[in-house]
């Protein structure tokens, strides 16, 4: 069970408040991010929705230390983002957050095992050939890891991605829209894999999803609307995509 408990709240794996955030500039600049307070436990599963332009990704970007807050502050596996240098940022993410984009992001001169040791290679960690081999091994792929990405489907290359992001072993996974470009039937295969590595490892999940089905799975649904949270019920109708 999932600790969503006052302690939880109190020592949060990811603490947000009063981040406000505007992107572009002169009369093109926009307020993307509003007053946003967020307090996710560890351990916990949040599924973010809401319509298209309301600020999901924004958020994650801003979560992952990816975009810097205007104002408010933005504290991540005890880590208060505003503080740290670009290179120190970098370090953090390394270690700390996993990210799994919709569109996958592996490098295309590079195999499946090395887009996954590359990371664990910058982190440091010396065994990080053998780590991405048990990591591709549990997205079903030992088979494929000398394969370049354009040897592979769409779903092996999203398979690839998870296991890129869990190899680091993450306080915190990130997840975009990661079946955004697959089938459906291979998009319940990614979803099944992506739950298994964060229930495994008691990660902190943040998944953003326009599916009703796939935010129901998560512990608690927070719905942002014109860059504010509107609500955070534990079910909600996610919209469908505008």
């Known amino acids: 069970m999932h600790d969503t408990s006052a302690s939880g709240r109190l020592d949060p794996a990811i603490?947000?408040?009063?981040?406000?955030?505007?992107?572009?500039?002169?009369?093109?600049?926009?307020?993307?991010?509003?007053?946003?307070?967020?307090?996710?436990?560890?351990?916990?599963a949040i599924g973010l929705v809401g319509p298209s332009g309301s600020g999901k990704s924004t958020l994650l970007m801003v979560t992952a230390g990816l975009?810097?807050?205007?104002?408010?502050?933005?504290v991540v596996a005890g880590e208060a983002l505003g503080t740290l240098s670009e290179d120190a940022l970098a370090r953090f993410r390394g270690r700390n957050v996993g990210?799994?984009?919709?569109?996958?992001?592996l490098i295309p001169t590079m195999t499946?095992?090395?887009?996954?040791?590359?990371?664990?290679?910058?982190?440091?960690l010396g065994d990080a050939h053998e780590r991405a081999a048990r990591e591709l091994a549990a997205v079903g792929l030992s088979e494929r890891q000398h394969h370049y990405p354009a040897e592979l489907s769409g779903g092996e290359q999203?398979?690839?991605?998870?296991?890129?992001?869990?190899?680091?072993?993450?306080a915190i996974l990130i997840a975009d829209e990661p079946t955004g470009n697959l089938d459906e039937a291979t998009g319940a295969e990614i979803i099944d894999l992506l739950f298994a590595g964060h229930a495994q490892r008691g990660t902190t999940l943040v998944l953003v999803t326009y599916d009703a089905a796939l935010a129901s799975r998560c512990?608690?649904?927070?719905?942002?609307?014109?860059?504010?949270?509107?609500?955070?019920?534990?079910?909600?109708?996610?919209?469908?995509?505008?």
């Open 15 to 44: 603490a947000l408040s009063g981040v406000n955030l505007s992107l572009g500039r002169g009369a093109a600049r926009v307020h993307i991010l509003k007053d946003i307070d967020l307090h996710i436990g560890r351990g916990e």
């Open 67 to 74: 975009e810097r807050a205007d104002t408010g502050s933005v």
């Open 99 to 105: 990210i799994v984009f919709q569109s996958f992001h």
């Open 112 to 124: 499946a095992l090395e887009n996954i040791a590359v990371p664990l290679e910058l982190a440091g």
């Open 158 to 170: 999203q398979r690839v991605a998870l296991a890129r992001a869990l190899a680091p072993n993450p």
């Open 219 to 242: 512990d608690r649904v927070v719905r942002l609307r014109s860059g504010r949270i509107e609500t955070a019920p534990k079910r909600v109708e996610v919209e469908a995509q505008s």
